[in-house]
């Protein structure tokens, strides 16, 4: 059996450990883009801020490749699949399969402005970006951040850490529109500004201008800001764009069903390219987070390998720390319709907490949380295991309610 993973992600990794296991006499070859060994993605912001090195980022040893008897084609990208004769094509090279998995990730998302391609214009994706970032830091007086995003946020927390002044651009209405909601986006953005963030909302940047290297941006209310770094964090987008779309099917990211096979046979998908049910939504989504792409690529092992196993389907949620403030959310936040949800709110002055439940008849289906997080991890299983809810809706917003209690046992 010769089995050919796209990806040294987690998702590819994760898919490689599994079938390594469970088919040890298998060939497997693995394709990267990145000529790195496996490392730990969300933490590329970390050496940035500098609190960790980049010896740390690594999640597998040196030898990791030699030691499973895979063999690594790395520092390639693909461009062609060859779905009916089973070929992945890379650089004029071919690579025959049996059973393919796709865990090509996600690719940062562009920006049409006018000099968008000067120098010291950056994306923050992986770690190369973040090594660039650096070299180029000792002569940035100020930066600009596109984007109120995790990865704006925590390029701009990298940036203010090293003692360099940051803006950042936001084209939606609060930050971290895609986590939280609007309250908790409004408590967000005054933290950050008390933080010496400066905050721009519904501006976005229209062009750069500057000789060779960037040195100022136009910006879409008609002002102009000065800036030597750019840090364009509008999302990601799945790395799909090698695929025949006539012989596997693609929403935003790549359909696969409960075993994590795609439309065309013995071609599989995990991680950030993936696209399958989304719980609390009810629908497909693409849930681009570290641990659902843990759990795909080891499911979609299992299934290469001949040992049927379901996924039950994705659930966004993150836990992040803005300055001073703690903030959790998952599933839905701002729910659509409105009348179809039942949604609890309340607040704490004196810890500054905000919390907020949505239900979908009793059951959870979101959650945000911001200070006074400790049982957000419960929420999250909550939503995850569709547990109905019986407890009081009002014994709900207390603040010294156990959660666990409603946790089936």
Same mark, same amino acid.
């Given at each position: 059996?010769?089995?050919?993973?796209?990806?040294?992600?987690?998702?590819?990794?994760?898919?490689?450990?599994?079938?390594?296991?469970?088919?040890?006499?298998?060939?497997?070859?693995?394709?990267?883009?990145?000529?790195?060994?496996?490392?730990?993605?969300?933490?590329?912001?970390?050496?940035?801020?500098?609190?960790?090195?980049?010896?740390?980022?690594?999640?597998?040893?040196?030898?990791?490749?030699?030691?499973?008897?895979?063999?690594?084609?790395?520092?390639?990208? &693909?461009?062609?699949?060859?779905?009916?004769?089973?070929?992945?094509?890379?650089?004029?090279?071919?690579?025959?399969?049996?059973?393919?998995?796709?865990? !090509?990730?996600?690719?940062?998302?562009?920006?049409?402005?006018?000099?968008?391609?000067?120098?010291?214009?950056? /994306?923050?994706?992986?770690?190369?970006?973040?090594?660039?970032?650096?070299?180029?830091?000792?002569?940035?007086?100020?930066?600009?951040?596109?984007?109120?995003?995790?990865?704006?946020?925590?390029?701009?927390?990298?940036?203010?850490?090293?003692?360099?002044?940051?803006?950042?651009?936001?084209?939606?209405?609060?930050?971290?529109?895609?986590?939280?909601?609007?309250?908790?986006?409004?408590?967000?953005?005054?933290?950050? !500004?008390?933080?010496?963030?400066?905050?721009?909302?519904?501006?976005?940047?229209?062009? /750069?201008?500057?000789?060779?290297?960037?040195?100022?941006?136009?910006?879409?209310?008609?002002?102009?800001?000065?800036?030597?770094?750019?840090?364009?964090? $509008?999302?990601?987008?799945?790395?799909?764009?090698?695929?025949?779309? #006539?012989?596997?099917?693609?929403?935003?990211?790549?359909?696969?069903?409960?075993?994590?096979?795609?439309?065309?046979?013995?071609?599989?998908?995990?991680?950030?390219?993936?696209?399958?049910?989304?719980?609390?939504?009810?629908?497909?989504? &693409?849930?681009?987070?570290?641990? #659902?792409?843990?759990?795909?690529?080891?499911?979609?092992?299992?299934?290469?390998?001949?040992?049927?196993?379901?996924?039950?389907?994705?659930?966004?949620?993150?836990?992040?720390?803005?300055?001073?403030?703690?903030?959790?959310?998952?599933?839905?936040?701002?729910?659509?319709?409105?009348?179809?949800?039942?949604?609890?709110?309340?607040?704490?002055?004196?810890?500054? !907490?905000?919390? $907020?439940? &949505?239900?979908?008849?009793?059951?959870?289906?979101?959650?945000?949380?911001?200070?006074?997080?400790?049982?957000?991890?419960?929420?999250?299983?909550?939503?995850?295991? #569709?547990?109905?809810?019986?407890?009081?809706?009002?014994?709900?917003?207390?603040?010294? /309610?156990?959660? $666990?209690?409603?946790?089936?046992?």
């Amino acid at each position: 059996m010769r089995h050919l993973i796209i990806g040294n992600g987690v998702a590819g990794i994760q898919a490689a450990e599994t079938l390594r296991r469970l088919d040890p006499a298998a060939a497997v070859t693995l394709i990267s883009d990145e000529a790195l060994p496996p490392y730990c993605r969300p933490m590329i912001s970390m050496v940035l801020e500098g609190s960790v090195p980049p010896e740390k980022l690594p999640i597998r040893p040196a030898r990791f490749y030699e030691e499973l008897a895979i063999e690594p084609v790395l520092g390639r990208r &693909v461009t062609s699949l060859d779905v009916d004769n089973r070929r992945v094509f890379v650089d004029g090279r071919s690579f025959a399969y049996d059973k393919l998995l796709i865990a !090509s990730g996600a690719d940062p998302r562009r920006i049409r402005a006018e000099g968008a391609g000067l120098e010291n214009i950056f /994306f923050m994706r992986t770690a190369d970006h973040v090594r660039r970032m650096l070299a180029a830091l000792p002569e940035v007086r100020r930066a600009l951040v596109l984007g109120g995003g995790l990865v704006g946020f925590k390029a701009a927390y990298g940036l203010l850490r090293r003692g360099i002044p940051v803006t950042m651009l936001i084209a939606s209405g609060h930050p971290l529109s895609m986590q939280v909601d609007a309250e908790a986006g409004r408590r967000i953005r005054e933290e950050m !500004s008390a933080h010496g963030l400066e905050v721009r909302i519904g501006v976005e940047a229209t062009a /750069f201008e500057g000789t060779g290297r960037v040195r100022q941006a136009h910006l879409s209310d008609g002002g102009v800001i000065a800036c030597d770094m750019v840090v364009i964090g $509008k999302g990601v987008f799945p790395a799909r764009g090698f695929l025949p779309p #006539e012989k596997i099917r693609v929403d935003a990211g790549i359909l696969v069903d409960r075993h994590m096979e795609t439309s065309a046979p013995g071609v599989y998908a995990a991680g950030d390219v993936a696209e399958f049910v989304d719980i609390a939504r009810r629908m497909p989504w &693409v849930n681009a987070i570290w641990p #659902e792409a843990v759990a795909q690529g080891r499911i979609a092992g299992m299934n290469m390998a001949g040992r049927p196993v379901a996924y039950k389907g994705s659930l966004s949620r993150n836990v992040i720390r803005i300055f001073g403030l703690d903030v959790a959310a998952a599933g839905l936040v701002t729910p659509q319709p409105p009348d179809a949800f039942e949604v609890l709110a309340a607040s704490d002055r004196r810890n500054r !907490s905000y919390r $907020k439940l &949505v239900f979908r008849g009793d059951r959870l289906a979101g959650m945000v949380m911001v200070n006074a997080i400790e049982q957000a991890g419960v929420l999250m299983s909550l939503i995850q295991s #569709e547990t109905p809810v019986r407890a009081p809706r009002a014994a709900l917003l207390a603040p010294d /309610f156990n959660f $666990k209690q409603l946790i089936r046992t």
